[in-house]
């Protein structure tokens, strides 16, 4: 039979007889390996040999050092019905995809930024969720599929450490980073001492050892983590990469700028995307939690002094790095030029209602977070007391058929009277996981609703393909909501 995957590979165990391999798997389920002594051979056979088997789109990647080159089935979800095939070529963490007719575009698929890699029940079907559109895999075989998973499994584990080659969020951020903001944000903010109490080193351990073995797959939990250990892993990480976010090359100018707001900008603008994505991230945390000092005790200076060592690596010297956190942690929103997040108070006039409508920018929501949670966490933000009487609620808005781009969070407050009023405030799209909000500065209500000439239903029509069957449609004259 041909060829349907070629397979390179180093040993460097002493007690094989071959220090560098490849393999050859057949369409007659035969599996043939060979040894080399030099890798300078292992290159030339498998370069040679690979492309004697794949069609030329591939022969451009077999000039560089590549994992595993072979043909697989494929489909993408814009045309769920059609499988097509196609050879891949695996180099590090990058999956090419070469169609099988010769001068047609190849496409890429960064495996460190796969939002979900799982095995589809039934059949063997890998399936792999990236920004924007997912893509299921078969393999030719049993055998076959079982080698491509394992191997994609492993390039998508983010094996390096540095912070590019972790597995990353959607947003270009380590997810060991983002998780790990998230809970906290979730569960730590009024926790006095956070960041500054330790944790236990055994769970701490074990919890870094299953991010760094897939953290794609880890799900903080409260009850089954502690707060502590999950602010000891995130320190502990920036602390150990090989490359600190700030990078060494650049301390140099990080020292110069001296508290120079505008020469912080320009160094954050040169920094690598990851880098600056993480750090923007991280930033914005902090500056969360210096927000909530009166609760947590944690004020900018007690977190600098607790992060600087990590984020610049120095082991606890500097009296300047430490001034350095303190001056982005404080100008945070200047620096990463963050627009001013506007609260919207509007009074139902002679009602004495008031509804309150929160723009959730400075505010991370797990995406394990339920409505109820959210709230009570913007209200206990923004310090509004919640009386025994109000009635409080989160949700998204399909307005006129439309959900993604023109969703909007909404927050209602206060008893309703029979001539009160709906206020809603546009703050912009809710990602598709709902892990961020980002908001469009503003001063007045959208749009404006008086309740006593609207129809309101338990449910949501079908064909508006709702996110979830909980809901309620309101409906006026002219607007469907």
């Avoid at 008031?354 to 923004?382: G, H, I, K």
Wanted: with cysteine; hydrophobic share 40%; glycine share 6%.
């Amino acid at each position: 039979g041909y060829v349907l995957f070629l397979f390179c590979s180093y040993l460097p165990s002493c007690a094989v007889r071959f220090r560098y391999t490849f393999e050859l798997y057949l369409t007659s389920e035969k599996l043939y390996q060979f040894g080399l002594e030099t890798p300078d051979a292992l290159h030339s056979w498998t370069k040679a040999i690979g492309k004697a088997a794949t069609p030329l789109s591939c022969h451009c990647l077999l000039t560089r050092e590549f994992e595993r080159v072979g043909l697989l089935r494929y489909k993408a979800m814009l045309d769920p019905q059609q499988w097509k095939e196609a050879y891949f070529v695996l180099q590090k963490s990058n999956l090419f995809i070469c169609p099988g007719n010769d001068g047609a575009a190849e496409d890429i698929i960064n495996l460190n930024r796969l939002q979900e890699l799982s095995e589809y029940p039934g059949p063997d079907i890998l399936v792999l969720v990236e920004k924007g559109r997912t893509l299921h895999l078969q393999g030719m075989g049993r055998t076959d599929f079982s080698l491509w998973y394992s191997d994609i499994q492993r390039a998508a584990g983010g094996r390096g450490n540095t912070l590019r080659e972790q597995q990353l969020s959607r947003n270009d951020i380590p997810i060991i980073v983002d998780s790990c903001i998230a809970f906290i944000t979730q569960y730590g903010l009024g926790h006095e001492g956070i960041y500054r109490k330790n944790g236990a080193k055994s769970r701490i351990k074990l919890l870094m050892e299953e991010f760094r073995k897939d953290a794609r797959n880890v799900k903080l939990r409260i009850g089954d983590h502690f707060i502590e250990d999950v602010t000891d892993v995130l320190k502990r990480f920036f602390r150990e990469i090989d490359d600190p976010i700030f990078m060494a090359d650049l301390h140099p100018l990080w020292k110069e700028a001296a508290s120079e707001l505008d020469r912080y900008k320009e160094i954050i603008r040169s920094l690598p995307r990851v880098n600056r994505t993480t750090l923007a991230a991280l930033i914005s945390h902090l500056y969360r939690v210096q927000k909530c000092a009166d609760l947590n005790q944690m004020c900018t200076k007690n977190l600098s002094l607790l992060f600087a060592p990590s984020l610049f690596q120095t082991d606890g010297k500097g009296e300047h790095e430490v001034k350095i956190m303190e001056d982005l942690i404080d100008n945070y929103l200047y620096v990463f030029d963050v627009s001013i997040t506007l609260t919207l108070i509007h009074s139902g006039g002679k009602t004495g209602v008031d509804f309150q409508v929160c723009l959730l920018r400075l505010l991370q929501v797990s995406p394990t977070m339920c409505a109820e949670e959210l709230t009570n966490q913007v209200l206990y933000m923004r310090n509004v007391p919640a009386g025994d009487r109000d009635v409080w609620m989160t949700f998204e808005a399909i307005e006129d058929g439309q959900l993604g781009e023109s969703a909007v969070c909404l927050m209602l407050g206060s008893q309703f009277t029979h001539n009160a009023f709906v206020s809603l405030q546009s703050i912009g799209s809710v990602s598709a996981q709902g892990s961020h909000c980002s908001n469009a500065l503003a001063i007045k209500p959208e749009k404006e609703w008086a309740l006593k000439s609207m129809k309101i239903y338990i449910g949501i029509r079908r064909k508006l393909k709702a996110p979830t069957r909980w809901g309620f449609t309101v409906m006026s004259d002219k607007h469907q909501l």
